[in-house]
Structure formats: C-alpha cells, structure tokens
C-alpha cells in the first residue's frame, strides 16, 4: 500500500473511531426519583428568589418540571456557615435529595476560601452519613471579567465536587447573572432567569438520571 493509502486508510479508522465514541451517549448515573419525592433546595438569596417572588424562584418552577415536592430552603444573605448551622433541621425532613447552592455571600463578605470549602464539605458530609443524595450547584465568584459584566464559576465548586465525589451543576448561575435581561440587579435573577436556571438544572438532572 502506498504511503497516501495508507493515511486514507489510517484516517478512516480514526474517523470511524471518533463517530463511534461520539454515538455513544453518557448513561444516567442516578435512579430516578417519583413524582413526590421530597426534594430539598438549600441555599441563599439565588435560592430563595430574591429579586423576584417566591412562586418564581427556581425550586417552585423546578417542582413544576419535576413533579417534585421541593422545600425552598433559601435563606437571603446566608453564608456557608448559616448553612451549616441549618443542616441538621434538613437531615429531620428526609428529603431524597438536597440541591447545594451556597458561597456568593462568602465572596462577598470576603470569608477565607478555606473556611467556605470546610463550610461546605461539613454540611455535605453531615447529609451524606443520613444517606442524601446531594447536587452542588456552582456560584459565581468575583474577577476581573464581573466588572465587566462577565460572571463565572468560583472554581472551588469543582474542587469540592471532586474531593466529595458528588455531582456539580455548573455554570448555570454565571450564566444568567452574565445576561443583563435576566438579573434583577448585579447578583441576583428576575423571574427569567430563575426560571431559565430551573430549567437548565432540570435538564442536567434528567441527564444524570434523577428525573425523566
């Protein structure tokens, strides 16, 4: 075979190689959670809804998608360490799932990184030896690109993730809070965007496999 026949030949199998890992898809790594389920939305302001009303927070319009009975546990202006000290009136409810959304105010209120990651592992572990499952939602973080209206993930989330082995919703709150037509103010949604971040955290929990 010559020399250019060869690489044709080389070529095509790489190519065929690649549409076949590309057609194959990531299985959902999760069992689906009923219609009914207690799921728990843990978190600050970004939960709560501030900005907006409570019917358009993100756990209200992610129980419509889910059919889910979410509790809003929000709390406005909560820090890692507020959460915390909430946790163990979490663990009482049994909820099948908490989603993690906490550590803006910490940025804000300029607490060490170390001490919002400790914060946030101790109140992952104090859900995981109750046996719930538990999704980390990932805050953005101040930079040089937020000034300039561009917000993005504090990369501590994707640490944490990683050091916990559990799953992280990323991106989803930059996202937002980098669209003017969807802040409320600098940090916070409006209705749009509580509803836009409830239907991306929704479509990464179907893919994961929670919810159908």
């Known amino acids: 075979m010559s020399l250019g026949g060869r ?3 080389l070529a095509s199998i790489g190519l065929a190689a690649t549409i076949g890992m590309t057609g194959c898809g990531n299985e959902p790594t999760q069992t689906v959670l009923p219609a009914g389920s207690t799921v728990v939305a843990l978190g600050d302001s970004l939960t709560y809804g501030y900005g907006a009303n409570t019917e358009t927070a993100y756990p209200m319009v992610l129980a419509e998608l889910s059919k889910w009975r979410i509790i809003n546990a929000g709390v406005n202006g909560d820090t890692s360490a507020d959460v915390l ?3 163990n009136e979490i663990t009482e409810q049994s909820p099948d799932l908490v989603l993690l959304g906490v550590g803006g105010n910490d940025v804000l ?3 060490a990184p170390d001490t919002t990651r400790a914060n946030i592992i101790a109140t992952i572990d104090t859900l ?3 046996n719930i499952d538990v999704v980390l939602i990932a805050e953005p973080h101040l930079s040089t690109s937020a000034l300039f209206g561009k917000a993005s993930d504090n990369p501590l989330y994707e640490d944490i993730a990683e ?3 559990i799953p992280l919703y ?3 709150w930059s996202t937002i809070l980098s669209d003017d037509a969807l802040k409320s103010d600098r940090i916070h949604a409006n209705a749009a965007g509580y509803r836009q971040f409830a239907e991306g955290l929704h479509g ?3 893919e994961e496999g929670w919810v159908h």
């Open 7 to 9: 690489f044709l030949a």
């Open 128 to 130: 995981q030896s109750k």
């Open 163 to 165: 050091a916990e082995d």
């Open 170 to 172: 990323s991106d989803g």
């Open 204 to 206: 990464y929990l179907k």
């Open 109 to 111: 209120q300029r607490i």
């Open 85 to 87: 000290t909430r946790v």
